[in-house]
């Protein structure tokens, strides 16, 4: 199975880029996590993208706020598919990462999740990655059920309670 790159602006962006690893291992899904900025470390992000391919990567993920241009920037230097995930800053809660992430020029398309949305991310590469992979499109299959399911039992409680 392909693996999935991780790639976060910054260590303060951990606690959503642990939603997608934890999402990702639950899945079984292989993943590497990497700080590289857009800004301070552009060589070396546009390297580890550049290289994906052949490090055996078929979706990347990349996390920032404020600026976000980190998902650009891996976007520009591959063909695999990119997955942006604006994360919230202090100064305009994210609103500012996401436009950002949203706003790739025409050849360089980076699909993005909601703010924050570490665990979307990972769903969505997984989804990208279960293409061609029928053991991989079972457990998403079966996640679904799962969640559906959790929500009929909460439904059921609440109709219990209230639909007498």
């Known amino acids: ?45 546009g390297n ?35 997955i942006g995930i604006p994360c919230k800053s202090t100064n305009l809660d994210g609103i500012d990462a996401l436009l950002a992430t949203v706003q790739m020029p025409t050849g360089i398309p980076v699909a993005t999740v909601a703010i924050d949305g570490g665990a979307n991310a990972a769903l969505l590469a997984a989804q990208m990655l279960s293409i061609g992979d029928e053991e991989l499109s079972a457990k998403l299959d079966a996640k679904r059920a799962s969640d559906a399911e959790k929500v009929l039992q909460k439904n059921a409680a609440v109709e219990a309670e209230f639909n007498k």
């Open 48 to 82: 580890f993208a550049r290289n994906a391919k052949k490090n055996g990567f078929g979706v990347m993920i990349a996390a920032a706020g404020m600026a976000a241009h980190l998902a650009g920037a891996i976007a520009a230097n591959t063909t695999l598919p990119v």
């Open 1 to 45: 199975m392909k693996k999935v790159g991780i790639v976060m602006g910054s260590d303060s962006d951990l606690p959503i880029i642990r939603k997608c690893t934890d999402m990702l291992a639950s899945l079984g899904i292989p993943f590497e996590v990497h700080v590289y900025s857009a800004h301070r470390t552009p060589r070396e992000a």
